[in-house]
């Protein structure tokens, strides 16, 4: 069930369901309780707790769509939730079988995110039809690079592996503890096929095997991605580094406050699991709502369609997406990125990525790097160069440093592999490529 207006587009599997539910959430949360104010609102409600419609007036459901229905509860992000349920996960006698929380690189504090049986076994469920896609229970075997101490994500994940019968192993990139000799051991000697961890993860380990002499022999040829946006060049650079076409997919769009969203497709865009979630697109300022081809793009905010220990209503992911229209009547979506500062666009962010991705070489990790008192930017590379293009190195800098000021609209200098980057000598799970001071 589709519906969209001239700034508000909203995607689930059966409006009177989702609708159904809100109504269910709306009495039975002593937060929407308190918001029983009349008056309108529309799409981009705030946590002010003003005019929202009266539960009463809601419940004459013959006169209101499932928009109508949203627009009854404010739109949260990380940081309300952060206050909405600061004990949450203290409280005795609610049914949490998994302790777990966000990493906190957005608000500096980490988010609660405890998971009931239910909760686990759904997001299991989905990380299933996600596997299914990409894995031979006969053939494969997986490898878990776990990127972060308390996500859910690993937990559901080897569940889901269990489920569907496909051996596993789980791996802790910690320094002095399991190091990439011992990682590299490990993959070769139990011939993993696939790996499942971030972009960011996925590079460092590709770099560190870069660095081997001599490289071990492995049989790995699809690294399943997620945590981070995925786009065209870097699932390239990524295919060239593993030595197979398609082996980068994008896996699943997810977060420890969220769980499984969708499914990533081939084409590097994703499939919304509607039957669970409510999504929505607002305006974004950075960017143009809808095109004449009919692309809509904006913030997404999803509510979950399930009871949880912490319910999901009307939550603000903090990401920018695109959403097409498909030959079929169906809709693909495609994250574009977060939104980091007024200057940097989520569609910049993304055309900077791909122009980086284009230099003719192998590029493990950049970071942009824009001081608003200084008339240029940075931008550092971390690769690996064949001594046989050299001759090639500064006319391919050049080029890329014109395409990058084309972009951001300044003059770019690119550094290439900074002595003592922390790329070279730390592990890191995620990665922010710009930043801003």
């Known amino acids: 069930m589709i519906f969209k207006t001239i700034n508000h587009f909203v995607m689930t599997d059966s409006a009177e369901l989702a609708s159904n539910q809100l109504l269910e959430f709306r009495k039975s949360i002593p937060y929407f309780q308190n918001l029983d104010y009349p008056g309108p609102e529309g799409p981009g409600a705030s946590m002010s707790g003003r005019g929202f419609p009266l539960l009463d007036e809601l419940q004459d459901t013959d006169r209101k769509t499932l928009p109508d229905l949203l627009a009854a509860f404010p739109i949260l992000n990380k940081d309300n939730l952060i206050t909405l349920g600061e004990n949450l996960y203290k409280s005795p006698g609610l049914p949490i079988v998994l302790f777990s929380e966000t990493s906190g690189t957005t608000t500096g504090v980490p988010l609660p995110t405890p998971r009931s049986a239910s909760e686990l076994r759904l997001h299991s469920s989905n990380i299933s039809t996600a596997f299914l896609e990409h894995l031979d229970p006969k053939i494969d ?54 790996i499942l961890s971030t972009p960011t993860l996925a590079n460092k380990l590709l770099f560190e095997r870069t660095r081997q002499t001599p490289q071990s022999p492995w049989s790995v040829n699809k690294l399943l991605l997620t945590g981070e946006s995925l786009g065209t060049g ?79 209503v009307r939550y603000n992911t903090g990401d920018c997406v695109a959403v097409f229209p498909t030959e079929n009547g169906h809709f693909e979506l495609l994250p574009l990125g977060r939104t980091i500062h007024q200057d940097i666009s989520p569609e910049m962010s993304w055309n900077v990525d791909n122009a980086i991705y284009d230099f003719p070489h192998p590029v493990f990790h950049y970071d942009l790097r824009l001081n608003h008192d200084q008339q240029d930017a940075t931008v550092h590379l971390v690769t690996s160069i064949n001594p046989n293009t050299k001759l090639d190195l500064v006319n391919d800098l050049k080029s890329l440093e014109l395409a990058l000021s084309e972009i951001i609209s300044k003059p770019v200098r690119v550094i290439l592999n900074p002595e003592n980057h922390l790329f070279n000598r730390s592990t890191f799970q995620k990665t922010n490529h710009v930043t801003i001071s």
Request: charged content about 20%.
């Open 234 to 312: 870097s699932r390239r650079h990524l295919d060239a580094s593993i030595g197979c076409q398609g082996a980068a997919r994008c896996f699943i769009y997810g977060s420890s406050e969220v769980g499984t969203a969708m499914i990533g497709l081939p084409n590097g865009r994703y499939r919304a699991l509607t039957k669970d979630f409510i999504f929505e697109v607002i305006p974004h300022k950075q960017l143009l709502f809808e095109s004449p081809e009919g692309i809509i793009k904006g913030s997404l905010v999803i509510t979950s369609l399930h009871n949880a220990v912490r319910p999901l």
């Open 141 to 194: 075997r997986v490898a878990i690079i776990v990127f972060g101490i308390m996500t859910p994500f690993p937990e559901a994940a080897t569940l889901a592996l269990q489920s569907i019968g496909v051996p596993y192993l789980k791996i802790f990139p910690i320094t002095d503890v399991c190091d990439y000799s011992k990682i590299f051991r490990v993959l070769t000697e139990y011939k993993i096929t696939a």
